[in-house]
């Protein structure tokens, strides 16, 4: 299990140093952190969320959040893989969960094709247009050529692999 790497991988770094238009709400509500969450705060936040002060914030390594406060993170539930293979969940504000990526490249191919984690662990609210930014598409095609899809095949493919997510986070909770 990784514990210690709080450096950003190349690729998330080159993905976060981009903008995000909000747009009154027509656009994504994600706002990148510089750099992730120490392991105190990651903690604190987690315990705050759960209610539950037994737990630490050591599966997750938080890099953004939402307007309200939901946090974007890695969720590191994979033994033994890198960073870059573990995958990525938001956490919202009003209790939204969701895995909105597999992986790293995944996440990539997500935010190229206009959604924000929030967006992503949403996706089944009516009324939001998902609209492609070439910007992230270059770093998509920089970092993860090999793995390009469409965000709705990200979404579909992280639900897929971890469906008791929500299940999982609910359990924790007091």
């Known amino acids: 299990m990784i514990t ?14 981009l903008p995000f238009e909000y747009n009154g709400g027509d656009g994504v509500d994600f706002e990148p952190f510089p750099a992730f969450l120490s392991v105190e705060e990651t903690t604190d936040w987690f315990r705050a969320w759960t209610g539950n002060a037994e737990l630490s914030g050591d599966d997750f390594r938080v890099f953004g959040q939402d307007g309200s406060g939901g946090y974007a993170a890695f969720w590191l539930i994979r033994q033994h893989s890198p960073l870059v293979d573990q995958p990525v969940v938001f956490l919202g504000s009003e209790g939204e969960t969701g ?25 089944y609210e009516p009324g939001w247009t998902p609209s492609l930014n070439r910007h992230l598409v270059a770093v998509a095609e920089r970092f993860a050529a090999d793995r390009q899809q469409s965000a709705a095949a990200v979404i579909e493919q992280a639900t897929r692999e971890f469906p008791d997510f929500d299940d999982t986070i609910t359990a924790l909770c007091r």
């Open 99 to 123: 895995v909105v990526a597999c992986d790293l490249g995944a996440f990539l191919w997500l935010l190229a094709g206009g959604y924000g984690p929030w967006e992503a662990a949403t996706s």
């Open 4 to 17: 210690h790497d709080r450096q950003f991988p190349e690729a998330l770094a080159a993905a976060l140093e």
